[in-house]
Nanobody, 124 residues
Framework: QVQLVESGGGLVQAGGSLRLSCAAS????????MGWFRQAPGKEREFVAA????????YYADSVKGRFTISRENGKKTVWLQMNSLKPEDTGVYYC?????????????????WGQGTQVTVSS
């Protein structure tokens, strides 16, 4: 497992951009897939994006495809989520997560490390 700390959330107008960061500690970071999930008020946590251990493979939810980009730098033990063309429905708490495997995977049960989350609010 790795320890994860998210940052970069905030309030932005619709159409704007935000960049989330996830700083990891632990020796296994470079060997595991990483992902971002989000949870809106009153809704279940949902998958947003994932990246494989090397960064060579990425996977996105249909709702963010073409607007969000996930990336990582293993030397810095950091994962980013660049969010463009934000919509009010993107509002929620965004969580960084570390996978049980090296692949880019899309189900919460496939992750065993979670950050505490960062709030993203998109106003209309």
């Amino acid at each position: 497992q790795v320890q994860l700390v998210e940052s970069g959330g905030g309030l932005v107008q619709a159409g704007g951009s935000l960049r989330l960061s996830c700083a990891a500690s632990g020796r296994t970071f470079s060997r595991i897939g990483m992902g971002w999930f989000r949870q809106a008020p009153g809704k279940e946590r949902e998958f947003v994006a994932a990246i494989s251990f090397s960064g060579g493979s990425t996977y996105y939810a249909d709702s963010v495809k073409g607007r969000f980009t996930i990336s990582r730098e293993n030397g810095k033990k950091t994962v980013w989520l660049q969010m463009n063309s934000l919509k009010p429905e993107d509002t929620g708490v965004y969580y960084c997560a570390g996978a049980r495997s090296p692949q880019a995977v899309g189900h919460a049960y496939e992750y065993d490390s979670w950050g505490q989350g960062t709030q993203v609010t998109v106003s209309s």
